[in-house]
DNA sequence: ATCTCGATTGGCT
DNA sequence: GCCAATCGAGATG
């Protein structure tokens, strides 16, 4: 399946959540590749959203959310990592968190990683997903439409599914808009 | 140098 | 439902 091209991430950043489910994140690393169906995403702007890293001045941890669209952006929280991709033109901050996947290749590593056996609990909540990927903050930047990336989005192709939305889950101030979005009746979306 | 906090998770009551 | 774990980095002095 083709790479999306950065076209597809330099739009507004909730028609870009929105249109990321079904989308496919690929992470082809040396012990081997994993993938998952992009189920449940969160979109985060910049000055007047106050739930976003960006609603206050560039820093070290946040100036990728200034950035051209479609790279990684990886920060802790907690102990965890969580993997966004970033959005809209240079100099506009944006970005899109990564929530939940349902699991496609390599569901073994995925277990072993997580030391889970239901499968329902490999990747059903940011934090999860990266730990079930491997994806951790050495990606932070990552080119995601360079065919040649070890981290890539490609295109899906799956039935056609209805889509649900909410407000955004776990921030302290959230704004009027729902900006949560999520594949209905998908048993990996979290909560 | 020290304090504070978070876009989370998992274990326990 | 409640709460501790645990870590980087911004804010403060």
Redesign the pocket.
């Known amino acids: 399946m083709p790479v999306l091209p950065k076209s597809f991430y330099e739009r507004d950043t909730a028609e870009v959540a929105r249109e990321l489910l079904g989308k496919v994140l690929v992470h082809r690393a040396r012990e081997g590749t994993t993938s998952g169906k992009i189920v449940e995403t969160?979109a985060?702007y910049g000055k007047n959203d106050p739930?976003?890293?960006?609603s206050?001045?560039r820093?070290?941890?946040n100036w990728l959310?200034w950035e051209c669209g479609g790279l990684a952006f990886v920060y802790?929280?907690?102990?965890?990592n969580?993997f966004?991709v970033t959005t809209e033109r240079e100099g506009v901050p944006g970005?899109v968190?990564i929530r939940a996947i349902e699991p496609l290749e390599g569901i073994e590593f995925m277990l072993r990683r997580?030391r889970?056996s239901n499968k329902f609990?490999m990747t059903s909540?940011?934090?999860?997903l990266t730990q079930a990927m491997q994806i951790t903050r050495k990606h932070n930047g990552i080119d995601l439409t360079n065919n040649r990336s070890e981290l890539i989005i490609t295109e899906g192709e799956f039935e056609q599914f209805k889509r649900g939305s909410s407000h955004?889950?776990?921030?302290?101030a959230d704004l009027k808009r729902k900006l949560r979005f999520f594949v209905l009746d998908n048993p990996f979306v979290?909560r």
């Open positions: 969160e985060y739930a976003s890293r960006a206050r001045k820093t070290k941890l959310m802790m929280v907690h102990t965890h969580l966004n970005a968190l997580r889970v609990e909540g940011p934090g999860k955004r889950i776990g921030v302290s979290s």
